[in-house]
């Protein structure tokens, strides 16, 4: 059974940084694609960043490119998200997700497998 455990959210000011982790069990994490989405208080789930099954590729919503850079550490059975210059805009549900297709896309209705979240609260 595939399992996804998100953790690190919290309560921080604007500009601060935060890195989100995302434990898989059950299946080798390379055989995913994983991504990040996050759902924002007026319940829209948007894409945030992912990472192709192989590591070759990392793909951002234009609006956190340059500001978060998402990871995978195999040995760990984990991804990350490092967020920097948080914003007020970036305060969400944040969860990780798994995709067992070949091909990534973006799209939340393809990724299979989903964590239950983290919150990240951005604010002064």
């Known amino acids: 059974q595939v399992q996804l455990v998100e953790s690190g959210g919290g309560l921080v000011q604007p500009g601060a940084s935060l890195t989100l982790s995302c434990v898989v069990t059950g299946r080798p994490i390379r055989t995913f694609n994983m991504a990040w989405f996050r759902q924002n208080p ?32 195999i040995a760990e059975r984990s991804v990350y998200l490092q967020m920097d210059s948080l914003r007020p805009e970036d305060t969400a549900v944040y ?26 609260t951005v604010s002064s």
Request: negative net charge; hydrophobic residues 40%.
């Open 95 to 120: 969860y990780c997700a798994a995709d067992v297709s070949y091909q990534l896309f973006i799209a939340a209705a393809t990724f299979d497998y989903w964590g239950q979240g983290t919150q990240v």
């Open 42 to 73: 007026r319940n829209e789930r948007e894409f945030v960043a992912a990472i192709t099954w192989d590591g070759h590729n990392r793909t951002y919503a234009d609006s956190v490119k340059g500001r978060f850079t998402i990871s995978r550490d």
